[in-house]
């Protein structure tokens, strides 16, 4: 009759526990990766979102500037230039969005002096949308005019500003650059409410 366990016996259980040990150690990392991964998404969604309800209220509210400009002064495929009252306070400030490297940047310019005037030195740029994918063969800012109803083409270039009633913006955003999830698709296509009868 044994009494015990042979040194044999005890270094193959010890082996097993190290190697069961192990596995469950990488697991632990790797869902930790995922887990990181995963929430960087989520935040990255939420962050374009917020900036995507921004911009579709600034362009949604564009009028005429406080001076009597139209309401829109330049559109290109990665700029948009118009006047809208971003602040709600009643004054329609100079609101640009445009592509700068790898971000969408928001310009805006208060009307200051007596007469008002949009002083371009005043100008308060901060960051809308960060980690944008430049180059690809999606136009960051599309047009369409009143016969818009959702599969017409855009408005080809150089755009007539008197016949933009809609704005699309469609940008590839890389969460974490340089390694996976791939990027993400976002696109929003916004009417411009003083425009729409015109």
Known sequence: MRNGFSLLEIIFALAIFASISLVV???KNNLSVVENL???ELQSRQDVAQAFQILSTDIRSAGPSSIGAYPIADASTS???FYSDAD???VFERVRYFLATSTIQRG???PTGNPLVYASSTETITTSVENVIVGTSTPIFSYYDSAYTGSESALSSPVDLAKIKAVKISVYVDV???TAPRSLFFTQTITIRNLKGT
Do not use: T
Request: proline share 6%; charged share 20%; glycine share 12%.
């Open 176 to 178: 974490k650059p340089g």
């Open 25 to 27: 150690m990488n697991f």
């Open 38 to 40: 995963v929430s960087q």
């Open 108 to 110: 805006i310019i208060k």
């Open 79 to 81: 700029s948009f230039l």
């Open 88 to 90: 709600r306070d009643g």
